[in-house]
């Protein structure tokens, strides 16, 4: 191929490129908005018993004390089975399960919390409300997890 034939090609894959990269731009992340996080949130969710990198990638989009109290909790496991636990393994997919199949969200924002309304085919029976928070510019699930008793420690520990 001469030198003329290669910079057409050269110059097409750049303005490809370019094409491409202000697409991406464009495109909205789930993280942008509360209902896109929830919905991002339960796909990966609904695929972490046969995806690993799907619980990380859960463990993510949640708010900051969700992480607290997820770590707290594998450091507790860890400490009693010695076996290293990852917060992200916390989260047990097995055991996730929807009560109902979501059809609609509608986002109410106030300042940097938003509480989504999340109903099903019968908004009567199939509601929710799931709190998220912006965290460094994106929104995050605000996971509502019991907070963890107090440790007991033995008279004779020290």
């Given at each position: 191929m001469?030198?003329?034939?290669?910079r057409r090609i050269?110059?097409r894959a750049?303005?490809?490129?370019?094409?491409?990269?202000?697409?991406?731009?464009?495109?909205?992340?789930?993280d942008?908005?509360?209902e896109?996080v929830?919905?991002?949130?339960?796909?990966l969710?609904?695929r972490?018993?046969?995806?690993?990198?799907?619980?990380?990638?859960?463990?993510?989009?949640?708010?900051r004390?969700?992480k607290?109290?997820?770590?707290?909790?594998?450091?507790?496991?860890?400490a009693?089975?010695?076996?290293?636990?990852?917060p992200e393994?916390m989260?047990v997919?097995?055991?996730?399960?929807?009560?109902?199949?979501?059809?609609?969200?509608k986002?109410?924002?106030?300042?940097?919390r938003?509480?989504?309304?999340?109903?099903?085919?019968d908004?009567?029976?199939?509601?929710?409300s799931?709190?998220?928070?912006?965290e460094?510019g994106?929104?995050?699930?605000d996971?509502?997890?019991?907070?963890?008793?107090?440790l007991?420690?033995?008279?004779d520990a020290g």
């Amino acid at each position: 191929m001469h030198g003329l034939g290669r910079r057409r090609i050269g110059r097409r894959a750049a303005l490809l490129a370019a094409a491409a990269l202000l697409l991406s731009c464009g495109r909205q992340q789930p993280d942008d908005t509360p209902e896109g996080v929830i919905r991002a949130w339960i796909d990966l969710m609904q695929r972490a018993q046969a995806d690993p990198g799907a619980s990380l990638a859960a463990y993510d989009l949640l708010s900051r004390a969700a992480k607290e109290n997820l770590q707290e909790r594998a450091r507790r496991a860890t400490a009693a089975t010695g076996r290293l636990m990852p917060p992200e393994e916390m989260l047990v997919p097995s055991r996730f399960t929807l009560r109902f199949e979501p059809r609609q969200m509608k986002p109410r924002i106030a300042g940097d919390r938003a509480l989504v309304e999340v109903t099903g085919a019968d908004p009567a029976s199939e509601h929710a409300s799931v709190p998220c928070v912006r965290e460094d510019g994106h929104w995050r699930v605000d996971l509502m997890l019991p907070p963890l008793p107090e440790l007991e420690k033995r008279p004779d520990a020290g």
